[in-house]
């Protein structure tokens, strides 16, 4: 079994950035040989690593610290005024977790949330390849939130479950539901999974204070950032 101090890491080279502008940036990986269990897994999110599929990644750019690490205190976390509306708008749907796994039904929904919402990106054009190696391999405790609408699968969150809180990997929803605020929805409902497990954190990957697509983030107060390799409450984020 590997751990901290037996793990090598690789950098790919500088490529474009895909947050910020004529920017180049540079990807640190844990080596995809490396046997990586929740307890690794769950140290190495606490050092700012991300999971895609079977990858294991944080930036590692030389001049640039943009990229931040956040997470949310579970225990000081409450919800403001447009998170409770949010809340209580969607009181009418039901929620299932289920372990994380290929299904068309899945895959549906992720290739209309893909072609409607980020036909511009490099996730574009969407395959059944690409969702399952991004969201089902690798996994070594994930599973998948199922928001639904009656019978209606509306949105689909993909969540890791760690020693010390939730990763909130990815969320989809279905186009035509921009109204329900389904990502925010994902996330308010992970905080709650998180205090029914008595974990502390819910980990929400990385935000940039320039990139408008990542703003959503800092609207869930208090969050904290990694920085200088101290996790910090971002007061003036």
Known sequence: MSSLKTLVFFATPPHECSYLEDREATTMFVDPRANVDKRLYSQLTALGFRRSGSHYYRPHCEH????????????DFSQN????????????????LVPARFSERYYSLYARYIEE????????????EQFASFLVEGATESVFLEMLKGDELIGLGVIDILDDGLS????????GEDSRSLGTLA???????????????VYLGYWIRNCRKMSYKTRFRPIEGLIDGRWQTLADA
């Open 187 to 201: 996330v308010l409902w992970q905080v709650e999974e998180a205090r029914r497990r008595n974990l502390p954190h």
């Open 168 to 175: 909130a990997i990815y969320t989809v929803f279905a186009p």
């Open 117 to 128: 919402r980020h036909s511009d990106g490099d996730m574009y054009p969407p395959s059944r």
């Open 81 to 96: 005024r447009s998170q409770r509306r949010v809340w209580k708008r969607n009181d009418d749907l039901n929620f299932n």
């Open 64 to 75: 640039c610290n943009a990229c931040v690490p956040v997470r949310l205190n579970v225990r």
